[in-house]
């Protein structure tokens, strides 16, 4: 009987021994994850994620455990650059002129026209080839003459190829026409129709890159003092001009020639 009463005793002191809750150590535990998750929340709330490499190192976690996810799709957008405002117009080189210059000066030579044309160059973008008045037309009339239609086609094959608009330009010198029906001024706008109208009825060149002008015995090459320089300043000009891409288009004339 003593002995169950002494076994009774000894479990209630042990039962007494063990306290109740959690052991201490736990809540210290406790307080130092929390402390290291609030600082690595604060640590990832201060950085900045690289979108791209958080995809791919989940994407690198998920096949590490066997689970495949298609990558997921980053939406970027392309920098858009500022361009440069376009210029109102495009500079013509004298370097790009000389060539044209060559290669006209060549294709005369080459073609055996060095007698009757004669090449000149105007300025930085423009080029003249200049023909006798003798060689077109009989004196003071402003048809054309049969023999000079070849010569004609073949200033045509040079030009058509060429980026440069034409402008044919009369010229006479300051004697008086013989003939009532023109004057120096209107035989030089009526020479210069003529060889325009004759381009354009044989379809050599097209006409919304030629035009007409006559000036009569106003712009002579060389002083009107002898019959030599008279013979000079009695010419057709065929102005050869550089096309620029900033040229606006022309449009063809209905006006019939």
């Keep these: 009987m003593a002995e169950e009463d002494l076994q009774q005793d000894e479990g209630k002191k042990k039962k007494e021994e063990c306290p109740a809750g959690a052991p201490a150590w736990m809540t210290t535990y406790s307080d130092l994850v929390t402390l290291l998750l609030t600082f690595f929340v604060l640590l990832l709330s201060m950085s900045t994620m690289n979108e791209v490499r958080f995809n791919a190192a989940a994407q690198s976690m998920q096949d590490a455990f066997g689970r495949f996810?298609?990558?997921?799709?980053?939406?970027?957008?392309?920098?858009?650059?500022?361009?440069?405002?376009p210029t109102p117009y495009i500079p013509i080189?004298?370097?790009?002129?000389?060539?044209l210059y060559n290669k006209i000066q060549t294709k005369i030579k080459s073609l055996r026209l060095s007698k009757d044309i004669k090449l000149i160059k105007k300025d930085e973008t423009s080029v003249i080839l200049r023909i006798g008045d003798s060689i077109l037309f009989q004196p003071g009339s402003a048809r054309l003459e049969p023999e000079s239609y070849p010569m004609l086609?073949?200033?045509?094959?040079?030009?058509?190829?060429?980026?440069?608009?034409?402008?044919?330009?009369?010229?006479?010198?300051?004697?008086?026409?013989?003939?009532?029906?023109?004057?120096n001024w209107n035989l030089s706008v009526a020479r210069a129709v003529s060889v325009l109208r004759y381009y354009t009825r044989s379809d050599?060149?097209?006409?919304?890159?030629?035009?007409?002008?006559g000036y009569g015995a106003d712009r002579p090459t060389v002083p009107n003092t002898s019959k030599e320089a008279r013979a000079k300043n009695r010419r057709v000009d065929f102005i050869l001009t550089v096309q620029t891409k900033t040229s606006k288009p022309k449009t063809k004339s209905s006006v019939p020639l």
């Design 69 to 85: 996810v298609s990558p997921s799709r980053v939406k970027f957008t392309l920098p858009v650059l500022p361009t440069t405002p």
């Design 93 to 99: 080189h004298q370097q790009s002129t000389q060539k």
């Design 153 to 183: 086609r073949s200033v045509a094959d040079i030009i058509r190829p060429l980026p440069m608009d034409l402008r044919i330009e009369g010229h006479t010198d300051n004697t008086p026409v013989a003939q009532n029906r023109y004057g």
């Design 204 to 213: 050599m060149l097209s006409l919304d890159r030629m035009s007409a002008v």
